[in-house]
């Protein structure tokens, strides 16, 4: 069985500030990881995902997160954010060898502060 | 191209119906995926449907049912609802790059 911990229900920062979304993961096979991003009453849309080869993923809008196995965590970060960016954030995690099951994450929400 | 498609987009039902969500997923994907949102947590695994066959089910009662279309649509069916499934449902269709995309959601209430 999979599990996804994302320790901070709620992160608020400035504007132009940096940010990390922590998440940490259970498994005991391979996994892919995923961050996902929804904003009020919207479904959910990818931000970035790792599959396999480098463990550092960027998505075109400026965050990036880590996949780092030893410490079974894939956190998000932005060097500076923008109001746009204010969304509730999840990272989710599926099985290398299933069929595309994602356990997901309660969640964090970011509220950029003007 | 169209995204990921549920209809409707919002659902009142009283205790003890039934319900029947629909999907469309993105030309070309052969999987779609069911989950379950309530407020304030994140989406939960009901279904997952590939060329029409379940290759996975999550920890639902059998109240929640689903199948999938020769086209590849689907839908979702609650049986005798209780007032916990109220929440968002949402579909989610992809074609084996283990990224899904998900549709807009079914707000559901049931009162």
């Known amino acids: 069985a999979q599990s996804v911990t994302q320790l901070d229900s709620q992160v608020p920062v400035f504007e132009e500030a940096p940010v990390e979304l922590r998440c940490n993961y259970s498994?005991?096979?391979?996994?892919?990881l995923f961050w996902y991003v929804q904003y009020p009453n919207q479904g959910l849309q990818l931000l970035l995902k790792?599959?396999?080869?480098?463990?550092l993923v960027e998505s075109i809008n400026g965050f990036e997160a880590e996949f780092n196995k030893s410490q079974t965590s894939f956190h998000l970060r932005k060097p500076s954010v923008h109001i746009s960016d204010t969304a509730e954030y999840f990272c989710a995690v599926s099985d290398s060898g299933g069929y595309q099951k994602v356990t997901f994450g309660t969640g964090t929400k970011l509220q950029v502060i003007p | 191209d169209a995204g990921v498609t549920q209809s409707p987009t919002h659902l009142i039902k009283t205790r003890g119906q039934h319900v029947t969500l629909r999907c469309s997923p993105i030309?070309?994907?052969?999987?779609v995926s069911w989950y379950q949102q309530v407020l304030g947590q994140g989406p939960q695994f009901i279904f997952q449907?590939?060329?029409?066959?379940?290759?996975g089910r999550g920890n639902f009662p059998d109240r929640f049912s689903a199948r999938q279309f020769p086209n590849y649509s689907s839908e979702l069916n609650v049986n005798a609802l209780l007032l916990g499934d109220s929440a968002l449902y949402l579909c989610?269709?992809?074609?084996?790059?283990?990224?899904?995309?998900f549709g807009p959601g079914t707000r559901l209430t049931v009162t």
């Open positions: 790792y599959l396999s080869g480098s463990t």
């Open positions: 989610a269709s992809g074609w084996g790059s283990y990224e899904q995309y």
């Open positions: 449907y590939y060329e029409k066959e379940e290759r």
């Open positions: 498994s005991s096979v391979s996994v892919y």
């Open positions: 030309s070309g994907h052969k999987s």
